[in-house]
């Protein structure tokens, strides 16, 4: 490969340092080279692609791109359609996605994916300094110090985009013999032979889903209810692709899907015997298996940084972070990728953001980038104008259309600021936290929200005297937020910051 | 120790769940979400419609009215039922302080909760009975 006999950046000191080749790293380097912000790739692996270049471990992603929509590829609306190509400002580098799909299926295949990643690096001339081990991190003055295989770097400001896909298992499943996500053996290996699952998420209902075609028995356990994304109508539950074996089990074909905590798992001649209790009432089982696999969740691999004072939360050890994915309690330190899950945002009615996959956080590395440029390099970012009776149709198209708002809901807002001596600038695509949390400045912010049981419909925050008031329209059929209602609701709400300069602009 | 162990053996010591069994503890942790907040962070935003139910494991938060704060919680307690029940926005900020840490359950999520575990309701109107008892004598 041309980065590995290049090998850029030596060890050294650096404006910036991004750790990780995977998409959240590649996406934040390309935004950071478009600002013209210097700064050094590093990661262990010998090519771009991250966990995408050896999972999902059936090979087939859970995120789609659909070749054809309406919006016409290369287009930012078409983006809502296509959840998996890095995003680029040169059209030819944009929609990569569609173009090296076979059309056998909307989910790309894993070495589609792959394949994908590796094309917008090439093509976008990325550079990165692959085959660098990261090893361990100090603080020396204003510096992060980085141990890598090739020696040490410095950096003020550090990025770690390292993924969460160490998988992880609990005490109960460290027994010889248990396979997790990752150590699977070939899926013929498994034909005839009963199977226990541990963990109903995702990865659990993928292993479940591989299976059927050569388990005798599968059974998956554990102690909550399994949830369906088409239920809660966000990416929380089981995604639909992996809903063959709750079918199975709803009309008794086989598969076993159990409530219950395990309490128990021994090994039983060449297979195991595994003990459940019952969540909600008390019920004993007993299973006689012949594998027992782990599905019980990843961890990030943060090596020494917790050391740091990086505080992390939850089974997956992920890192507590401001909304503009800076480390809570370690300043200068970022995330990128899929932990930038870790910041909460408002997270309305409970829905988390998709922070945690690529058509979520590509947004967050574009927007962390020009974070980035502005408070840490002294860059002013140029803002363009709008006259006073664009507001209403620029507002309403951006919830009608842009891609950040439709991946990113109750995440990533438009905002306006409305100052009557300087006019009304576009400040672009922020967190919504940092909105609302922040500022005295009469501004406007529109986002997209769900309730888990409507349509999705635009939010508009409005700050006007350092008053904040939330303003939700009505969910549209259609998705269409554009038509006269739209209109007059949205004008009306803007009256404490635009006043008589919206008169007219409903009609 | 598993994290997951971990909070299982956090809520077992809180008087809101006292009366759960393991399994029924390991299920709620596996229901209810985590989320972790820098100090300073608003988790409720006065005014603000969607909140959720959250059950503070660790770190403190401030109850904040206007701009003001009036009180203080600790581990074990627990804010936003009042938005969630009455689907209202919430009338004052609740503000991250000294790591907060929290179970987070969506609010359309609590009243099934509530009905499927009537001993964790009757205690949560046990809570809501002393805070209006307090508030009364305060106004009295």
Redesign the interface.
């Known amino acids: 490969m041309v980065e590995l006999t290049e090998r850029p950046f030596p060890p050294g000191r650096y404006p910036l340092i991004v750790v990780g080749s995977g998409p959240g790293a590649l996406q934040l380097t390309y935004s950071l080279r478009r600002l013209g912000i210097d700064h050094a790739v590093i990661s262990d692996d010998s090519e771009p692609g991250g966990m995408f270049r050896r999972w999902p471990i059936f090979q087939r992603m859970l995120s789609w791109t659909k070749p054809y929509a309406e919006p016409e590829r290369g287009t930012a609306a078409y983006e809502r359609y296509d959840w998996n190509s890095l995003l680029a400002d040169e059209e030819s580098n944009r929609s990569i996605m569609p173009g090296v799909m076979d059309g056998t299926s909307y989910f790309p295949s894993r070495p589609e994916m792959e394949l994908g990643l590796r094309t917008f690096a090439e093509r976008t001339g990325l550079r990165i300094r692959h085959g660098c081990r990261w090893d361990s991190t100090h603080q020396d003055g204003e510096d992060f110090v980085l141990t890598t295989s090739d020696g040490g770097y410095r950096a003020p400001v550090a990025v770690f985009a390292v993924g969460i896909a160490q998988p992880w298992r609990?005490?109960i499943l460290e027994l010889d013999g248990v396979q997790q996500y990752g150590d699977l053996r070939p899926a013929e290996t498994y034909a005839g032979r009963r199977i226990f699952i541990a963990g109903k998420q995702n990865s659990g209902f993928e292993i479940a889903s591989g299976l059927l075609p050569w388990a005798r028995q599968i059974v998956l356990a554990?102690?909550?209810?399994t949830r369906l994304s088409v239920e809660t109508r966000t990416l929380v539950g089981v995604r639909a692709r992996y809903v063959q074996p709750y079918e199975d089990w709803a009309l008794a074909g086989g598969v076993v899907i159990l409530?219950?905590?395990i309490e128990s798992v021994e090994r039983a001649g060449a297979g195991y015997a595994v003990q459940t209790?019952?969540?909600?009432d008390?019920r004993a089982l007993k299973f006689e298996v012949d594998d027992v696999i782990a599905a019980t969740g990843f961890v990030s691999p943060l090596r020494d940084l917790p050391g740091l004072g990086v505080?992390?939360?939850?089974?997956s050890?992920i890192p507590?972070?401001?909304?503009f994915w800076e480390s809570?309690?370690v300043p200068g330190l970022y995330f990128a990728g899929t932990i930038m899950q870790?910041a909460?945002g408002?997270?309305?009615?409970?829905?988390?953001s998709n922070s945690g996959a690529v058509q979520g956080y590509r947004y967050n590395a574009r927007v962390l980038a020009r974070h980035l440029a502005e408070t840490r390099f002294g860059r002013r970012l140029e803002r363009s104008r709008l006259a006073a009776d664009e507001v209403v149709g620029f507002l309403l198209a951006q919830a009608s259309r842009a891609p950040e708002l439709w991946h990113q809901r109750?995440y990533l807002a438009r905002v306006l600021r409305i100052e009557p001596s300087e006019g009304i600038t576009d400040e672009g695509i922020q967190p919504l936290?940092h909105f609302?949390?922040g500022g005295e400045v009469n501004a406007v912010a529109v986002a997209l929200?769900a309730?888990?049981?409507d349509d999705p419909y635009p939010a508009i925050y409005v700050r006007a005297g350092g008053a904040?008031?939330?303003h939700?329209l009505p969910p549209h059929p259609l998705l269409d937020f554009e038509g006269a209602d739209y209109r007059a609701q949205l004008t009306a709400a803007l009256k404490p910051v635009l006043g008589g300069a919206l008169a007219g602009s409903a009609m | 120790m598993?994290?997951?162990?971990d909070v299982v053996n956090i809520l077992a010591g809180f008087s809101l769940f006292a009366d759960l069994?393991?399994?029924?503890l390991?299920?709620?942790?596996?229901?209810f979400?985590?989320?972790?907040?820098?100090?300073g962070?608003?988790v409720l935003?006065q005014?603000?419609?969607?909140?959720?139910f959250y059950v503070i494991l660790e770190g403190t938060a401030s109850i904040r009215v206007d701009g003001i704060d009036r009180s203080a919680l600790r581990p074990g307690d627990y804010f936003g039922e009042i938005s969630c029940l009455l689907g209202v926005?919430p009338v004052s900020d609740i503000v991250a302080q000294d790591?907060l840490?929290c179970l987070?359950?969506?609010?359309?999520?609590l009243e099934p909760f509530l009905v499927g575990h009537p001993r964790v309701m009757f205690r949560l109107l046990q809570g809501e009975a002393r805070k209006v008892r307090a508030t009364t004598r305060w106004l009295s």
Do not use: C, M, W, Y
């Not at chain 1, 408002?346 to 988390?352: A, C, E, F, M, S």
């Open positions: 609990p005490s554990s102690p909550s209810r409530d219950a905590s209790r019952g969540a909600a008390g505080a992390t939360f939850g089974q050890r507590t972070q401001t909304p809570a309690t870790g909460q408002l997270r309305k009615h409970g829905i988390p109750s936290a609302v949390d929200e309730n888990g049981k904040l008031s939330e939700l | 598993d994290v997951r162990d069994s393991t399994p029924e390991e299920s709620l942790v596996e229901t979400g985590e989320e972790s907040f820098p100090d962070e608003r935003r005014g603000l419609t969607g909140s959720n926005a790591g840490r987070v359950l969506p609010g359309a999520e």
